[in-house]
């Protein structure tokens, strides 16, 4: 890298703003050549600043045209600007700044700030885009009353949005007109939209709780009408129920969702005016996969449930970013176990959490939940932040019970309501109504790592006790090699032959009896013993994952099949079936390094066939279960990974099980049948993804199901089973198989081409395909005329998804697979940064590997880093991975 180095930002050095704007007047001409912004901002000193406090704004890539104090156009001596910033020396205490910027949204491919997709204007300012469009104290603690005017062609750009209500709106010479936009909220620059272009929308309407009437909106371009049903029931199921859990009312008279092809991720909160990926919001039976569907209700729930926290209430700066992220993921997360399977959801949820966001944690950009630098803050939107951050607020939630948090939300948003506030902010409220003092347990906000909680139990028959020793860990992380013990609550029960027993716990009054309890473990070490246990029961730890920690007890393979078939929580029956799993693929790797031949032990047949045998099970769970742990999971597990072991050892596991239980695969296949017409309901969602499991086994079981997976695909109604089918014939080793897939890849392409997020879906099949050349074959699809490395989903779901879904190929030991991502990466460099340094991550993870990949991966990242001109979001993580 030839530039200089980008400087480390840090928590510890936040100061408030020297300078405030009360008011922002905004007016965006809209032109094919480019954009020009005319910014009036009603500024004061902020009380603690001197008056010799420079004014510094933030600005970048802005062709500055002309700069005004309360009227006066200021000299270019009276300021000065460098390639992030305008300084102005001397302000007065109040005054009025007008400044006058030209763009170029056209040729923004970076995707922040405001940029063109496909033939619409829009604009994604989270974090720090807004100053890509103006002038402006671009930071969170800085919040404005915005009134915003969109100016623009009316021919090509009929709809012209901004946030808040609609206040004018005309025509104007040559064929151009505007609308005008006043958001009464308060808000920071982040929250800030605009969009422009010739589109279509559905509307609706909901009445809240104070009888108010909201006017919904959802505009897409006129192609896609069709589907955008499913995202308006989701968005007032959403109110409904913000309304009903957290009290909680939307504000102004209009809500509206854009949907964007080009964007950096799922969606965004912008205040009244939401932008979504069409990829998070568009969705119909044909064309939309039971999962796909499942994720547009929850990231519209999600951005919804921003508009309290995170909007009414946002961040004083971007190191609290887990303070909307976190608590609005489990916000979210709440919404969707409450409209389908709450078990499933948390299944789904911890899966994630345990292979990608433990992996995080242990890797070179492990990070607190609260982080105390950052280079890019873009780098920062991670599952720590996210997906651990929903953990810690869901521990709040398990340690004061639902109505004590309830009433710590309550205060929360009453009393930060209109402010930019901090984690401390959310801590004290819950400290307050709890009356606890949770010193401790805020070190889930500044510790990183994923905590081991170590257990055993002993059983004394004579004094009829259980007793169960806790010892907590953490391993080094780059912020810091020693941790402080953790406040872990474990929820538990102890399992008898006839189900949980009443559970004593010595040293503690207890007026009532339970068979569940949440212990709290706070010291490095601690024991706990019950009393009255007559029977040696098996301990169920962490029940319903009460805390994001790795738990190790010494389980037989008896213990785990017994919790799978006894235990009381669908959590802990469907974690022991993964442990019973995990434990029998990590012994045939370690046989296989040892040149032994692999075995199968009979506790998982017989387990698995318990499961497809037990009627009363859920099929989604029953799905959830027979799935085999992932080889990423299995790879994080790991000590030292050895990829291909781990591919090899869960093959031979799947045809195992596939030739032992085909009658009961056939039998499940047969009986989830859905006759009904399509709809995306939790029961027929478990249907499919049973059937759908059941007959990935038949396929390696015998020759005959693979005409079952061609007439699946040709008899489909929906996508879910057709892409299911089509991905099984394509995965399949069998020459037959192979055969039809050839074929298929060609239909399916020819038939959908239109429907770019079907296409997404024929891009990520073909690049999952565990057979040799799959770099090749990535490779020459990056050739295809549907691949745009500019558009984010196809690179997601093209380079995405081999690297992260394709590990024996991804991890050639020539390193063809490392070398595809360096390439890709160091193309986006340039083009999108963002999408650059996500796409990385995979690369930056060599710790673990063999020897030769290590070496292999880290040539590549020394090359990465060689590149010229590389961003800041790039730098970070190769630099800290190379660490
Ligand atoms: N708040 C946005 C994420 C913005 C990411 C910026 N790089 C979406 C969300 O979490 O709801
Ligand atoms: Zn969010």
């Not at 009380?47 to 309360?70: M, Q, T, V």
């Not at 906000?445 to 169960?468: C, E, F, I, K």
């Amino acid at each position: 890298m030839k530039n200089a180095q980008p400087k480390t930002i840090y928590l510890k050095d936040y100061q408030p703003p020297n300078y405030l704007i009360d008011t922002t007047e905004l007016r965006v001409e809209l032109m094919e050549e480019g954009a020009t912004v005319t910014a009036t901002l009603k500024m004061r000193r902020n009380s603690h600043a001197g008056e010799d406090a420079p004014l510094l704004l933030h600005g970048i890539e802005l062709e500055l045209r002309e700069l005004k104090i309360d009227g006066r156009v200021l000299d270019a001596n009276e300021y000065y600007a460098d390639a992030e910033s305008l300084t102005i020396e001397q302000v007065p205490a109040e005054f009025v700044l007008e400044s006058t910027v030209f763009i170029k949204p056209q040729e923004n491919t970076s995707l922040e700030g405001l940029y063109k997709s496909d033939d619409m204007f829009c604009t994604q300012c989270e974090a720090e885009g807004f100053r890509k469009i103006t002038y402006y104290l671009d930071r969170p603690d800085v919040m404005s009353e915005y009134t915003t005017t969109v100016v623009a062609d009316k021919a090509g750009y009929p709809v012209l949005l901004s946030n808040g209500n609609p206040i004018d709106s005309g025509e104007l010479d040559n064929g151009r007109h505007f609308v005008t936009w006043h958001d009464p909220f308060k808000k920071p620059s982040y929250l800030f939209a605009l969009v422009a272009g010739d589109l279509e929308y559905i509307e609706d309407s909901f009445t809240t709780m104070s009888g108010r009437n909201i006017e919904l909106r959802i505009f897409v371009e006129e192609k896609d009408i069709d589907k955008c049903d499913h995202a308006m029931r989701s968005l007032k199921k959403s109110m409904a129920w913000d309304e009903e859990v957290y009290g909680r009312e939307y504000d102004l008279d209009i809500f509206m969702i854009v949907a964007v092809d080009a964007f950096n991720m799922g969606a965004m909160e912008n205040k009244g005016l939401n932008i979504f990926n069409t990829s998070a919001v568009l969705a119909k039976t044909e064309t939309t996969t039971d999962a796909a569907f499942q994720r547009v209700e929850a990231i519209v729930a999600h951005e919804y449930f921003h508009n309290w926290s995170g909007n009414r209430v946002t961040c004083r700066d971007w190191f609290q970013l887990s303070l909307k992220e976190g608590f609005t993921v489990f916000r979210d997360a709440e919404f969707s176990a409450d409209m389908g399977s709450r078990v499933v959801k948390r299944v789904e949820d911890v899966s994630l959490l345990r292979t990608a966001q433990f992996s995080e944690d242990a890797g070179p950009m492990a990070h607190p939940v609260q982080p105390a630098s950052f280079i890019e803050i873009s780098n920062f939107y991670t599952l720590t932040v996210y997906e651990k951050g929903c953990e810690v607020v869901r521990m709040y939630h398990t340690l004061l019970g639902p109505e004590l948090f309830r009433e710590g939300s309550d205060l929360y948003f009453d009393r930060h309501d209109g402010q930019a506030a901090t984690i401390e902010d959310f801590t004290r409220c819950m400290e307050e109504v709890s009356g606890r003092d949770l010193t401790q347990f805020k070190r889930w906000y500044s510790q990183a790592g994923t905590p081991r909680l170590d257990v055993n139990g002993s059983y004394d028959a004579d004094a009829q006790t259980y007793t169960l020793n806790f010892a907590q860990s953490c391993p080094a992380t780059p912020e810091s090699a020693e941790k402080q013990p953790f406040h872990i609550p474990v929820t538990l029960g102890l399992v008898g032959q006839q189900g949980d027993l009443p559970l004593t716990l010595q040293g503690v009054e207890q007026t009532e009896t339970y068979t569940d309890m949440v212990l709290e473990i706070t010291e490095s070490e601690q024991s706990f013993v019950f009393e009255n246990v007559t029977e040696q029961p098996v301990p169920s730890l962490l029940r319903d994952f009460s805390a994001p920690v790795k738990l190790d007890f010494p389980y037989s393979n008896a213990d785990l099949t017994f919790l799978m078939s006894r235990d009381s929580d669908g959590f802990n029956r469907w974690d022991a079936c993964q442990k019973l799993a995990t434990g029998i693929l990590e012994g045939l790797v370690q046989a296989q390094l040892d040149g032994a031949t692999m075995e199968l032990d009979s506790s998982l047949v017989a387990a698995f066939r318990t499961v497809l045998n037990d009627d009363s099970l859920d099929p989604a769970m029953v799905a959830l279960m027979l799935k085999l742990p992932s080889e990423a999971y299995l790879a994080e597990e790991a000590d030292v990974i050895h990829v291909d072991e781990i591919h090899n050892a869960r093959e031979f596991v799947r045809d195992q099980l596939a030739q032992q239980l085909k009658a009961e695969f056939q039998a499940a296949y047969d009986s989830n049948q859905v006759s009904e017409p399509y709809e995306p309901s939790a029961a027929q969602i478990a249907k499919r993804s049973l059937k759908n499991v059941a007959l990935g086994y038949l396929m390696l079981a015998d020759d005959d199901a693979i005409s079952l997976a061609r007439s699946q695909y040709d008899n489909a109604n929906n996508m879910t089973d057709s892409a299911a089918a089509l991905a099984l014939l394509v995965c399949s080793d069998k020459p037959q198989a192979q055969h039809q897939a050839a074929e298929l890849i060609i239909a399916f392409y020819e038939k959908w081409q239109q429907e770019a997020l079907v296409v997404n879906q024929w891009f990520t099949v073909q690049a999952i395909a565990p057979q040799q050349g799959a770099v090749e074959r990535v490779r020459e699809l990056m050739q295809h005329p549907a691949f745009d490395i500019k558009n984010p989903n196809k690179v997601r779901s093209l380079i995405g998804a081999f690297c992260a879904n394709n590990h024996v190929n991804f991890h050639r030991t020539d390193g063809a697979g490392y070398q595809l991502l360096a390439d890709m990466v160091i193309e986006l460099n340039t083009l999108n940064p963002q999408i650059a340094a996500r796409l990385l991550a995979p690369l930056s993870k060599w710790q673990k590997q063999i020897p030769q990949r290590q070496q292999l991966m880290k040539e590549q990242l020394s090359r990465i880093l060689a590149t010229e001109e590389l961003s800041k979001d790039v730098y970070e993580v190769v630099s800290k991975s190379l660490k």
